[in-house]
C-alpha cells in the first residue's frame, strides 16, 4: 500500500469528482453510468434503496420531495432533511457521506480506501470545513485532508506540460461552480503555489441563476396563464401546494440556461393545475439576451470582487499572467466577455473546468504523505528503521537523497534505481547515514526504487522503498485563513467586548500563535458557577463580535482548578491551527500551574428567520441611532452613508418576511450572510468615532497613570509605562480603535496593580462597592464579605482584601459597572 494519500475529491454542490496520482500523472475515474467522469451530488430516497447521482436526479422527476440535492451549501448548519420514504432526516453532512461512498465504487482496483484531499471553496469557514471533513470520515476515510478549490485548479493548471512559464508568476482563479463563487490571486514563489487574498460568496452560483429564470421568467408567466394565489411561496415553502414543481422547474431552467451557453434561445415546457384545478399548459421561449439582462447584476458583484483584490493588493490587471476559469458556470458566454472586458487581459480557459479540481486535489495528495502509515517505519521482520530526507519538489536537475538507517545493518546492502532504468546507483555498502546524488528528468515525476538487500541478497522491505521526486512540478506552500480568528476579551468588566486578533486573514497555515491575558475576576477552587471563558470568532478583528461567527469556547471553571485563581492573574494561551483548520486552544495558569487543552468541535450554525428577523430589526435601530447621532455631529457624509446601509437593511428585512418558517430553499442562511456583511459594514462606518473615543481615553489615562507612577511604582513599573509611551505615536496614528484601546488597557493594568498594593484605594474601593451592596447580585454573601472586609481592614490585612474585593465585584450587576467610580477596573482585561 502507497504510503502517499493519493486520491484527490472534487465534493461539489453540483457534481462531484474522484481522481487518483499514480507515477506521476492523474487519472479521473470514470463514473460507470454513462461513462462521464462527474457524479451529479443528488441523493434520492426510495422505499427500498438509496439512489446517488444519476438515478437520483432521474428519480426526481417521480418524486422530487424524496430526493436532495445542493446540499453543499448547508454543511455546518443545524438543518436536515426530512425524507418521508424513510421516515426520517439526513443531514448534509449525511448526504454529503453517501455521495462520496458512490464515489469509492467507481474504483475497481479492490484496495482499501481511506485517506482522501477532499476539496472545499475558499471562502468555506472553519464550521463548514470541519463538517465536510465530518462528511469524510462518515464516508469511511479515516484521513481527511481539506485543499482549498483555487489552488487545487491551480494546481492542475500548473503541472500540465507548460508549466515552466509560470516561474513567479501570478494568476487570478475565478471558479463559478453550481452553489459558490470563489476568486483567488494565487502566487508561485520558488515553486510552490499559494493564494495570496480572496474573495468570494458560499451563496452564490449556477443554481442561483436556475432560480432567477424560474422566479422571473417562469413564474410570471404561469401567473399570466392560470389562477394562482401566492404561487413563488407555496413552490418554495415545504409544505406549499406547488413544493414538487419548485424542483421541476429548477432542473429544467438548468437544462435551458446550459443550451443557451451554446444556442440563442431555449424553451421550457409546463403542465400543471392551477389553484382552481384547471390544467394550465404550454412553452415559454426566452433568448440569450433575455437571460444576460437577467443575471447581469448577480454577475457584476463577482467582478467587483476581483476588483476588490487588485485594489487590495495594489496590482493592475496587467501584472497578471491572466484569469483561470473553473467551476461549469464559467461555460457561460456572457461570464467570459463579461471578466475579460473588465479586466482587459486574456481569461484562461485552457482547462476542463468540471474536472481541474479533483485533478488539482489529485496532484496535492500525491505530494501528502497518509498520517497512520508514517508511525509505522519500523519493520517487524528485518527490525530496521529507515528515515530518509529529500525536496519532494525541486526546480534543480539533480537533488541529493540521504537516509538515516538504524538497526542491525551488518552485510547489507543497497541499490536506487530510476523507474525507466536510465539512474542505478550500483550496489553500495549500506551504513547509519547515505547519500545519493538523483539525477532528475525536467517537468516530469522523477521515481526511484530504494531497495536494501541483506547478506543473503533477499530483498529486506522498509519504508521508504519508493522515492519520488517532482522536477519543475508545483507544491502548495500552505492554505490561507479565509478570515480572521479572534480572541474574544469577553470579560463582564468591559463595557464593550474587544477582538483580539489571533490568525490574521491570509494566513498560511498550518500556524500557531500564543498570547498572555489576565484573568478578568477571581476564580475560586470547586466554584462551579466561577468561569472564565476564552472564546474565539471568525471574522474581522474590526468587526463587533456580533457580527463574526462563533468557533468555540474553552472554559476554566472553578470545578476543575487546583487552587484558586486571583484576578489579574496571567494566563498563557496557545492556539494552534491545523492545515485542515482543526483548532487547538491551550491555556496555562501562572497561578496554579496548570494547563487547559481542548481541541475545537465548532457548533453548527442554525438560523431561524424569526431570529434572523429581530437581529435586523436590531441592526435597524442601530443605524437609525448612529444617523441621529451623526446628523447632531453634523457629519453628513457619515449620514449619508449610513442612510445607503439603511435601505439596504430594509430591502433585507423585506426578503426576510417573505421567507416561509419551513422554506426549502436556504435563502435564510444567505440572508444571514447578508445580514453580517451589512452588520460589518456599519461598523466600519461608524468606527472613526470609536478612534476618536479611543484616542481621548489613552490620553486621559497616561495623564493620571503618569503621575500615579511618579510616586508609588516601581521600577519594572516605570519601564512598562516608558515602554507604552514610546509606542504610541504608531498606535496613535494606526487609527485602529482596537489597537489603541489596548496600550489603553495595559497602561490601566500597570494602574490597576499600582492601585490595588495601596491601602488607602483598597478602602476606597471597599466603600464603593458597600455602597453598591443593595443591587448586588447574591446578597447574603455580599453581606458576609462585607462583614469579613470590615475587619481585614481593621487588621490592615491587605492582602486578603483585595481577594474580597474581587469577589464584590464580581457580584455587582453589569449596568452598574460602568459607573464612574469604578472606571478603574475597566483597565483591566
Ligand atoms: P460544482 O462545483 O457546484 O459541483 P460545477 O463546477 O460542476 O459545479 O458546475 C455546475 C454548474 O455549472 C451547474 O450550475 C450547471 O448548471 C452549470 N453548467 C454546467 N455546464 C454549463 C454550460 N454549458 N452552460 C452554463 N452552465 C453550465
Ligand atoms: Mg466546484
Known amino acids: 500500500m502507497s504510503e502517499m494519500i493519493n486520491y484527490g475529491i472534487d465534493l461539489g454542490t453540483t457534481n462531484s469528482l474522484i481522481s487518483k496520482f499514480n507515477a506521476g500523472k492523474v487519472e479521473v475515474f470514470k463514473n460507470p453510468r454513462g461513462h462521464k467522469e462527474g457524479l451529479p451530488s443528488v441523493v434520492g430516497f426510495r422505499q427500498d434503496k438509496i439512489l446517488v447521482g444519476d438515478k437520483a436526479r432521474e428519480y426526481s422527476n417521480k418524486d422530487p420531495k424524496n430526493v436532495i440535492s445542493r446540499f453543499k451549501r448547508k454543511m455546518g448548519t443545524t438543518e436536515t432533511y426530512r425524507i418521508d420514504t424513510i421516515n426520517s432526516s439526513k443531514s448534509p453532512e449525511e448526504l454529503s457521506s453517501l455521495v462520496l461512498k458512490e464515489l469509492k465504487g467507481f474504483i475497481h482496483s479492490g484496495e482499501t480506501i481511506d485517506s482522501a484531499v477532499i476539496t472545499i471553496p475558499a471562502s468555506f469557514d472553519t464550521i463548514q470545513s470541519n463538517a465536510t471533513k465530518e462528511a469524510g470520515n462518515l464516508a469511511g476515510f479515516d484521513n481527511v485532508i481539506l485543499l482549498q478549490e483555487p489552488i487545487a485548479a491551480s494546481l492542475s493548471y500548473a503541472n500540465k506540460d507548460n508549466s515552466n512559464e509560470l516561474k513567479n508568476s501570478q494568476w487570478i482563479v475565478y471558479d463559478l461552480g453550481g452553489g459558490t463563487f470563489d476568486v483567488a490571486l494565487v502566487k508561485i514563489i520558488e515553486g510552490e503555489l499559494t493564494i495570496v487574498d480572496h474573495e468570494g460568496d458560499n451563496f452564490f452560483g449556477g443554481t442561483d441563476l436556475d432560480a432567477l429564470i424560474v422566479e422571473h421568467i417562469v413564474v410570471p408567466q404561469l401567473e399570466s396563464k392560470g389562477t394562482f394565489a401566492n404561487l413563488l411561496n407555496e413552490m418554495k415553502s415545504s409544505t406549499g401546494r406547488y413544493e414538487k414543481e419548485w424542483y421541476r422547474f429548477l432542473n429544467a431552467a438548468e437544462d435551458a440556461k446550459i443550451e443557451l451557453s451554446s444556442d440563442k434561445s431555449t424553451e421550457i415546457e409546463y403542465v400543471l393545475d392551477d389553484d382552481n384545478g384547471n390544467e394550465v399548459e404550454g412553452i415559454i421561449t426566452f433568448t440569450r439576451s433575455d437571460f444576460e439582462k437577467l443575471i447581469k447584476d448577480k454577475v457584476t458583484e463577482t467582478t467587483q470582487m476581483l476588483k476588490k483584490i487588485l485594489t487590495r493588493q495594489s496590482i493592475q490587471p496587467q501584472d497578471l499572467k491572466f484569469v483561470l476559469m473553473v467551476g461549469g458556470s464559467t461555460f457561460i458566454p456572457f461570464i467570459r466577455q463579461h471578466v475579460e472586458e473588465v479586466m482587459g487581459i486574456p481569461i484562461n480557459t485552457d482547462i476542463d473546468p468540471t474536472n481541474a479540481i479533483t485533478v488539482g486535489a489529485a496532484f496535492f495528495a500525491g505530494s501528502k504523505k497518509k498520517e497512520t502509515v508514517t508511525k509505522k517505519t519500523i519493520d517487524n521482520k528485518s527490525n530496521i528503521k529507515v528515515r530518509a530526507i529529500y525536496e519532494r519538489n525541486s526546480q534543480d536537475s539533480e537533488e541529493m537523497f540521504s537516509a538515516k538507517i538504524e538497526g542491525d545493518i551488518a552485510g547489507m546492502t543497497y541499490r536506487i534505481i530510476s523507474a525507466d532504468g536510465a539512474f542505478d546507483s550500483g550496489s553500495k555498502e549500506l551504513k547509519t ?29 522498509h519504508a521508504q522503498e519508493q522515492v519520488q521526486i517532482a522536477q519543475g512540478k508545483y507544491s502548495v506552500a500552505g492554505q490561507m485563513l479565509p478570515e480572521d480568528l479572534c480572541l474574544v476579551k469577553d470579560d463582564l468588566i468591559l463595557k464593550d467586548t474587544k477582538l483580539d486578533c489571533i490568525f490574521e486573514q491570509n494566513a498560511v497555515l498550518p500556524s500557531r500563535a500564543s498570547q498572555t491575558v489576565e484573568a478578568g475576576k477571581t476564580v475560586l477552587k470547586d466554584s462551579e458557577q466561577d468561569v472564565i471563558r476564552v472564546m474565539v470568532v471568525e471574522g474581522s478583528s474590526d468587526n463587533h463580535y456580533l457580527s463574526n461567527k462563533p468557533i468555540g469556547t474553552l472554559e476554566i471553571s472553578g470545578a476543575n482548578i487546583k487552587r484558586d485563581l486571583l484576578k489579574g ?55 437609525h441611532k448612529e444617523q441621529e447621532e451623526a446628523a447632531e455631529n453634523k457629519n453628513y457624509n457619515m449620514e449619508e452613508n449610513l442612510g445607503k446601509s439603511l435601505k439596504d437593511v430594509q430591502t433585507l428585512m423585506l426578503d426576510a418576511g417573505e421567507i416561509p418558517e419551513d422554506s426549502v430553499t436556504d435563502e435564510k442562511f444567505q440572508l444571514e450572510d447578508k445580514k453580517r456583511k451589512l452588520a460589518q459594514q456599519v461598523h466600519q462606518l461608524t468606527s472613526s468615532k470609536r478612534v476618536d473615543a479611543a484616542k481621548q481615553d489613552y490620553q486621559e489615562l497616561k495623564g493620571s497613570v503618569s503621575k500615579l507612577i511618579q510616586e508609588n511604582g516601581n521600577d519594572h513599573e516605570k519601564h512598562q509605562v516608558r515602554q507604552v509611551i514610546g509606542r504610541e505615536q504608531v498606535f496613535l496614528m494606526s487609527n485602529n480603535p482596537n489597537t489603541i484601546e489596548a496600550a489603553t488597557d495595559e497602561l490601566g493594568s500597570i494602574q490597576y496593580k499600582i492601585l490595588m498594593r495601596m491601602p488607602n484605594y483598597l478602602v476606597h474601593m471597599f466603600e464603593l462597592l458597600v455602597e453598591s451592596r443593595v443591587s448586588m447580585n447574591d446578597q447574603i454573601q455580599a453581606k458576609n464579605l462585607i462583614e469579613n472586609g470590615i475587619h481585614l481592614i481593621e487588621s490592615e490585612s491587605w492582602d486578603d482584601l483585595r481577594i474580597v474585593i474581587g469577589r464584590l465585584w464580581d457580584l455587582v450587576p453589569e449596568k452598574e459597572r460602568e459607573a464612574d467610580g469604578y472606571r478603574l477596573f475597566t483597565g483591566i482585561v
Open 433 to 461: 547515514r547515505i547519500h545519493e546524488d538523483l539525477p532528475l528528468r525536467e517537468g516530469e515525476y522523477n521515481l526511484f526504487e530504494f531497495n536494501i538487500l541483506n547478506s543473503l541478497g533477499n530483498q529486506v522491505h
Open 569 to 623: 492573574t496571567e494566563i498563557d494561551l496557545t492556539f494552534e491551527l491545523s492545515e485542515s483548520r482543526d483548532l487547538t486552544i491551550s491555556a496555562y495558569l501562572n497561578g496554579t500551574g496548570q494547563e487547559f487543552s481542548q481541541v475545537f468541535n465548532p457548533k453548527k450554525r442554525e438560523v431561524s428567520p424569526q431570529t434572523l428577523g429581530t437581529e435586523i430589526i436590531m441592526l435597524e435601530e442601530m443605524i
